[in-house]
């Protein structure tokens, strides 16, 4: 009896310890620096052969936007990411830098719109991969991003 209940506690700390690593993980926080006064859509092409890696830095990863919003980076599009299947929660924020890079002002969060991952593959080619995330007002939202164009 006091081996099955042993087991039994056994269990159910190894059920809760799972569940605090695997359930209730927590994404990596994104940082935009954008230039001063960018409104438009941002696109990270991934897997970029000759770009620099991403960093995780105290548990976040900032992305120093040029004025062409176009950031091409060698890590692969799931990098951050809690699983294959989830960021995870994560904060985004954004900010406007001047050209020393130094901050100027938080964008709004209501300023921060729409992102999504893609991909896309040209025959014979191997898929490439992106994410964009659009910045500024409705009506820059509306005009939606091409990120196969940058």
């Not at 999504?116 to 995330?133: D, R, T, V």
Request: hydrophobic fraction near 35%.
């Amino acid at each position: 009896m006091k081996i099955k209940i042993g087991l039994a506690m056994l269990a159910l700390f190894f059920i809760g310890v799972m569940y605090r690593f695997v359930v209730n993980q927590v994404g990596v926080d994104q940082t935009y620096l954008l230039p001063s006064e960018f409104e438009g859509c941002v696109v990270i092409n991934y897997n970029v052969k000759g770009a620099l890696p991403l960093r995780i830095e105290n548990n976040e990863i900032i992305y120093k936007v040029p004025k062409i919003g176009v950031i091409d980076t060698s890590s692969p599009s799931d990098f951050g990411w809690v699983n294959e299947k989830h960021s995870g929660a994560y904060q985004l924020s954004a900010f406007y830098v001047d050209e020393k890079g130094e901050i100027i002002e938080e964008l709004p969060q209501e300023k921060i719109r729409f992102g999504a991952n893609g991909s896309s593959q040209e025959e014979g080619k191997p898929e490439k991969h992106f994410f964009y995330q659009i910045f500024g007002s409705k009506e820059t939202e509306n005009k939606g991003c091409h990120p196969l164009d940058s």
